[in-house]
């Protein structure tokens, strides 16, 4: 009796398991309008990077500079991609303690092509997330265009990836990571992204000291024009990385993508205001930078709040990405070339602490956080990029300068680095 009572346990729990799995796979179904709208937002945040930070940074360098930043660009993105698909997405997504993932997915091992993430293909959320990966990175040259090599950038690039990006992206985007359990606001990238590459692209100019001639010689952008371009990618790239870290064509959606347009707005306005006042005229690289910050500052919160919300970061984000990039740059004397910092730092720490104040259950459809409760975690989650990163990359630029040198020669820079490192040169 003992022994068939104990197989009918055994058998109730099989079945039990049973049902469960097929109830979950049930629930697994593809949705086409899902994949079509992923496969368009991949496609928009990989535009951002080539051409759209390639053109915004090359446009805003010197001119002897242009070539070198677009070709650093295209090896990030052609490096990162491979770094992604061998190791990085294993170690950022799976399952393995809340600071990292593992290898057991490590070159996409164990994903099958009908495998799911949600309703789309889980290869289909991989390519989406190599995307923010390859943008991150190139987001970070800004900081120290014109003065590092390009063999060292690329070292640099590598190795970041893995232990800075990987970790802090399994942190906060992995079920099991650490600041995903404690329950922190990250729709789009706020700490993953312009925090990680904001702190870590300062860092990094200040390990390679200013340019030759910073604070003597006139470094003005050499072509404006390039610049609105690139600024124009990314803003219109800014619908796939916000509107599709919903991995789905719903209503949230549509929500992240017109409070992106609305911070946008709202922040190049006040940049342009504000510049206006103290300088008498309004610039268009203001108003471009300005874009670009609300779009930086709506990103974390893009899923979660409404119009209103958007409308008041994207004043704030404009405000303080200005202070970031012109006033706070000044009187800390640091050479931050292209405002990467200033820009993409201060926006992603102010939007990652204004998502704690404006997150709204009208837009998530679940119950939130106490605003005080919610804006120490997001203080948490800031802080804890700000110094694993920062740390981090600092230890690789030293670990590199060590082994093979950061920085070109001074008749290097003097030349430029398009024909020194690359033997090209725009006419």
Known sequence: MKALRTLGTVLTTVSTLTAAGAAQAADAVMDK???AWMLVATTLVLFMTIPGIALFYGGMARKKNLLSLLAQTTVICCALTLVWVTIGYSLAFTPG?????NFSQAMLMNIGIKD???SIPTLLFVIFQ?????????????SFAGRMKFSSMLVFMLAWSVVVYAP???WVWCEGGFFFDMGALDYAGGTVVHINAGISGLVACLVLGKRLGYGREAMSPHNLSVSMIGAAVLWIGWFGFNGGSGLAADERAVMAILVSQIAAAAAGFTWMCIEWMLRGKPSLLGMISGAVGGLVVITPASGFVGPVAALVMGIAGGAACFWGAVVLKRLMGWDDSLDAFGVHGVGGIVGALLTGVFASSVVTGSEMNPVLTQVGIQAASVLATLVYAGVM????????DLA???RVTIDEERQGLDLALHG????
């Open 33 to 35: 309008g899902d994949v």
């Open 97 to 101: 303690n809340p600071f990292i993932g």
């Open 116 to 118: 799911l993430s949600g």
């Open 130 to 142: 190599m995307t923010f990966c390859v943008l991150t990175a190139a987001l970070m040259i800004g």
């Open 168 to 170: 802090i992206c399994h």
């Open 393 to 400: 990359s600092w230890l690789l630029l030293k670990l590199i």
């Open 404 to 406: 093979m040198g950061l």
């Open 424 to 427: 090209e040169r725009v006419e």
